[in-house]
């Protein structure tokens, strides 16, 4: 399996934006397709974002479709996530997870997670 380390979280007022950075060490990370996951406060974790082991691909949810935008960087083990024009109910810690099916990922399941990051935004 892959080690997963978020970062970048943290409190920003509504219409900002904030850009969240995914590490990974262990195993190839070029193997591994990619995807960040929130959970709100007393709710289920939903699926975010997802990125293919390339980058060529990607996948969002509806909700964060045209504010949100994934991407890797294979030389640095590193994904990010772009938050731009940021809601309240944008508020969750967000995790990311890697497994090396890219369907599996896209659906919010994965074999490897991050401890996760606090994003808050005010309104």
């Known amino acids: 399996q892959v080690q997963l380390v978020a970062s970048g979280g943290g409190l920003v007022q509504a219409g900002g934006s904030l850009r969240l950075s995914c590490a990974a060490s262990?195993?190839?990370?070029?193997?591994?397709?990619m995807a960040w996951v929130r959970q709100a406060p007393g709710k289920e974790r939903n699926f975010v974002a997802a990125?293919?082991?390339?980058?060529?691909?990607?996948y969002y949810a509806d909700s964060v479709k045209g504010r949100f935008t994934i991407s890797r960087d294979n030389a640095k083990n590193t994904v990010y996530l772009q938050m731009n024009s940021l809601k309240p109910e944008d508020t969750a810690v967000y995790y990311c997870?890697?497994?090396?099916?890219?369907?599996?990922?896209?659906?919010?399941?994965?074999?490897?997670w991050g401890q996760g990051t606090q994003v808050t935004v005010s309104s």
């Open positions: 997870a890697a497994d090396g099916n890219y369907a599996k990922v896209a659906a919010g399941i994965a074999g490897s």
């Open positions: 990125i293919s082991w390339s980058g060529g691909r990607t």
């Open positions: 262990g195993r190839t990370f070029g193997n591994y397709a």
